[in-house]
């Protein structure tokens, strides 16, 4: 228990620092002299932004946008700080009250282009109008210069602004004749509008879920106390929690507020205010009554008799009088926090029950007071956090209360409870046993009527209650007559299950679910006689996992057989096709005619050796068929046309079988050694083929056919060389968090590796610079209208006389311009002669030795010597690259070699 108070300690502590961050960041941009450039916010990632620093200010003026359009504002008074109250400013060398009315004025530039953008606008003392862009968007009761003129309002809003612009002239208007403070209480904010509408919708929901956690504890305790009323903690616990939701509901999300929309500000602002005086009474008579030891009932009254005067003051006296006087009661609440503290550590030296608990409450609460207090005091510009605190604490304090009743309970439990309680709550225990088993128990007697407490998950097996149905129609709904048979002898030998053991079914079917069944005797008591009682397990689960293990565990034999015996599958793959076929012939002839001892051979060479690689469905297939066979061979009679159309449709499906078991290896098998099985194939060494033609060099000279003959055999598909040239591009995708989809085109041409090695290795210069360089950002690609993720596509084709390899993307291009000034700069190419190139030739230039767009020399280029090795490669077999680049569309590498 002590660990996890520790960890709700250190959550809260946590939960502070991270909301006092902004308070202390040096990064967040802040207005300065009424301009405020957000150009170095990124609000995608970093959300809404704090309209925090000097905005202009117009004392005694309301101005309106046009005035400002239009050159009517007169000289400024100066500029003040958000958020601030403007109490204090010197204007005029005198410093303002918290009484009057001004105009507010700040410019916003460099927004996202794009986009709509919305304002979270907080309670400002006490009445306000926004305009952005001259476009009234929020106004908080009536603002006027003078408390006649005047209506004060307490909703928070977050009004959107309905133009996209990527500047906002903000106008704001702000008038108090009704509240100590007069000004910008509280931060502002600016952002996307899904952003703010977002983190509203989750301020909101927070402060709901708080209210109504705090409500459901309010009640929770005073049905305590009405449950025992000795007991006074319940009941101030539950009024302290009471007042802290109503506090909530008027000071939070505003609920009251929302509510009664027409209720006075004044009213709402002195019940906000009763809040504190109440909750602080309430939470000290709570203490009080778990220690009253050490907390003296003196210093209760006092604290009660103080609260009372603020509570009178509250109502005989305006806003403008009693909210200045707030500062003298929370000294008042700081000094009581000190003397619980004091008395919470005196009562766990004592160890007096829950104390240690409460102690930590209490010191989550009092962190959120001193933080608040400094926020209403502008100290720091956190947020107001007394919710979350008194949240962790009510909490805890729930725990106190919930434990020292719950021992109560259990000891008055303890004393009442008689035998019979004793034996009922034993028999529920039982039975919660067996509900929470997951296995179906019911029993029967000699006749067959399931008898009462049955488990749940009977009822669920079988779909409805089953008290006094026959217990045999129940299991064996498809004749249950000789199972009767079986179980009268249990019960005519006294339970001796022994006689029937292993002919009683050991598993049931029902409804596509497989169970097991037990079988127990319990033996005759008293007047009640002996039974037999079923234990139900569904292993329905259970058995699709074991054929699943069985069907991974054979097809592990398959691949593991194959890969060890490759020659041996593929000339075993010749022989089942050579069956299949003579199978085909035989069936096709006259039944007359028909040898069928040598048709039922094919069928068991086949599901021998289909057995041996562990092809057991088309082994099962080949064994059907001989059974079908069976009569026939045996009796030497002839075959029915039935027969034979019956033994001809079961073979298609055999080789259908084969065909599929054969596709479902092509993951872990290759896709050729598998195809290989359906045509004549031998595997030959180069050596081989190198004797060959030396000692065919004669003939190949003279006859050309042969020389063809000869060459193809050294041919081989590219694929596995395409397929690196992807898997590479992936990978390096994955790294420049770029999204790219390949494409291949031509897998299956075939060419002679030997003389294109290296020029093929090379190319993945060009396959890594179309993702590094040419692949844009997903975000880039957005903003420039293109999908998300971009494309690659790789394409080969080869005839008699070339090989054409075709490799293109859809990123930005090559820009010419650039490429001639890297070109200059690095002293690739002269002045004179970069003059009289054409854009073609100057995008050839990256494939010169030195050349690198790239400053910095990381692992993936900048050195220069990527492209230009392709140039090389291409060249030595006299071949030609072609370059067709378009600058924001993509780029085109197309490579042609001779294919001698």
Not at 429 to 455: E, H, W
Not at 843 to 848: A, D, G, N, R
Request: charged share 25%; glycine share 6%; with cysteine.
């Amino acid at each position: 228990m002590k660990r996890k108070l520790y960890v709700i300690t250190i959550a809260f502590c946590l939960n502070l620092i991270y909301l006092a961050g902004p308070a202390f960041s040096s990064s967040i941009p802040l207005a300065e002299k009424g301009v405020l450039d957000a150009s170095s916010w990124d609000f995608v990632s970093a959300g809404p932004l704090n309209l925090d620093g000097q905005w202009e200010f117009y004392w005694n003026k309301l101005y309106y946008p046009d005035d400002f359009s239009s050159g009517g504002v007169s000289q400024r008074t100066g500029y003040i700080d958000a958020p601030g109250y403007w109490d204090g400013y010197m204007v005029n060398g005198k410093d303002l009250t918290g009484l009057g009315y001004a105009t507010f004025y700040l410019k916003i530039k460099n927004l996202p282009p794009n986009k709509l953008i919305a304002f979270d606008l907080p309670l400002m003392h006490t009445a306000y109008r926004l305009w952005a862009n001259g476009e009234l968007i929020a106004t908080n009761g009536v603002v006027g210069t003078s408390k006649a003129t005047s209506e004060p309002q307490f909703l928070p809003k977050t009004p959107v602004l309905k133009q996209m612009a990527t500047e906002v002239d903000l106008v704001l208007q702000i008038s108090n004749f009704h509240h100590n403070n007069g000004g910008i209480w509280q931060t502002l904010k600016i952002g996307l509008e899904e952003d703010i509408s977002a983190m509203d919708q989750m301020r909101t929901g927070i402060e709901l879920f708080i209210l109504g956690a705090i409500l459901i504890m309010a009640l929770y305790h005073f049905a305590l106390f009405a449950l025992r009323r000795k007991e006074p903690s319940p009941m101030f616990f539950g009024l302290f929690c009471l007042d802290v939701a109503f506090r909530i509901s008027i000071h939070g999300v505003t609920f009251f507020s929302v509510i009664f929309p027409n209720a006075s500000w004044e009213v709402l602002v002195k019940l906000d205010y009763f809040t504190l005086y109440f909750g602080l009474s309430f939470f000290c008579a709570f203490i009080q009554s778990l220690f009253p030891a050490e907390f003296k009932r003196i210093v209760l009254n006092i604290i009660v008799g103080i609260s009372a005067l603020f509570v009178i003051f509250t109502i005989v006296m305006p806003a403008t009088v009693f909210t200045a006087y707030l500062v003298l009661f929370q000294a008042v609440m700081v000094l009581t926090s000190l003397y619980t503290l004091a008395v919470l550590i005196w009562s766990s030296v004592k160890k007096r029950e829950g104390a240690r608990v409460v102690l930590i409450g209490c010191f989550l609460i009092i962190i959120a007071q001193v933080n608040d207090i400094l926020y209403n005091h502008e100290v720091i510009h956190t947020a107001e956090i007394i919710g979350f605190g008194l949240f962790f604490m009510i909490f805890l304090q729930s725990y106190v209360l919930s434990a020292k009743f719950s021992k109560a309970f259990d000891m008055v439990e303890e004393l009442s409870v008689g035998l019979d309680r004793m034996v009922k709550e034993r028999t529920a225990a039982i039975k919660d046993l067996l509900d929470n088993t997951g296995q179906g128990f019911f029993s029967f007697a000699r006749d067959y009527k399931v008898q009462p407490f049955t488990s749940k998950a009977t009822d669920d097996f079988f779909g409805k209650p089953i008290e006094d149905e026959n217990a045999l129609e129940l299991m064996y709904p498809n004749g249950y007559e000789d199972k009767e048979k079986l179980l009268n002898l249990i019960f005519e030998d006294a339970g001796n299950l022994g006689l029937v053991e292993g002919i009683l079914p050991s598993e049931v079917t029902r409804d596509d679910h497989i169970y097991k069944v037990d079988y127990h005797w319990i033996e005759s008591r008293q007047n009640v006689e002996g039974r037999i009682m079923i234990v139900m397990t569904d292993i329905t689960t259970q058995r699709k996992l074991e054929r699943q293990l069985k069907a991974d565990e054979e097809k592990n034999q398959m691949i593991v057989k194959i890969a060890v015996d490759r020659h041996g599958f593929i000339d075993f793959l010749n022989e089942v096709n050579m069956c299949l076929d003579k199978i085909k012939e035989i069936l096709s002839g006259s039944a007359s005619d028909m040898s069928i001892k040598e048709l039922f051979r094919y069928f068991h060479t086949i599901k021998g050796g289909m057995s041996s690689y562990f092809f057991y469905k088309v082994a099962d297939k080949a064994h059907d068929i001989e059974n079908l066979l069976e009569s026939v061979r045996t009796d030497s009679a002839l075959p029915t046309e039935d027969l034979l159309k019956s033994v001809d449709k079961e073979t298609d499906q055999l080789k259908e079988e084969l065909k599929k078991t054969l596709r479902d290896l092509d993951q872990i098998i290759p896709k050729q050694l598998i195809e290989a099985g359906f045509q004549p194939y031998f595997r030959i060494s180069e050596s081989k083929i190198s004797r060959l033609e030396a000692i065919l060099e004669n003939e190949m000279r003279t006859n050309p056919a042969l020389a063809g003959a000869i060459k193809g055999l050294r041919r081989q598909p590219i694929r596995n060389i395409m397929k690196k040239f992807a898997s590479d591009a992936e990978g390096l995708a994955v790294n420049l968090g770029k999204k790219v989809n390949i494409t291949l085109e031509g897998e299956d041409t075939e060419i002679v590796h030997n003389s294109f090695k290296p020029m093929l290795s090379s190319l993945i210069h060009i396959v890594r610079n179309c993702v590094d360089h040419g692949i844009e950002e997903p975000e880039t690609r957005l903003a420039a209208h293109k999908p998300e993720v971009g494309t690659l596509d790789i394409k080969v084709e080869a005839d008699d006389k070339e090989l054409k390899i075709n490799i293109s993307d859809d990123g930005a291009g090559i820009d010419a311009d650039a490429i001639k000034s890297i070109a200059l700069e690095k002293g690739l190419i002269g002045t004179t002669q970069v003059e009289s190139m054409t854009e073609s030739e100057l995008v050839k230039l990256i494939f010169t030795p030195g050349f690198s767009t790239n400053e910095i020399v990381t692992d993936l280029s900048g050195r220069g010597v990527g492209m230009d090795a392709v140039a090389e490669e291409v060249a030595k077999l006299r071949g030609s690259i072609d370059v067709l680049s378009t600058p924001g569309v993509g780029t085109q590498f197309l490579i042609t070699v001779p294919n001698a």
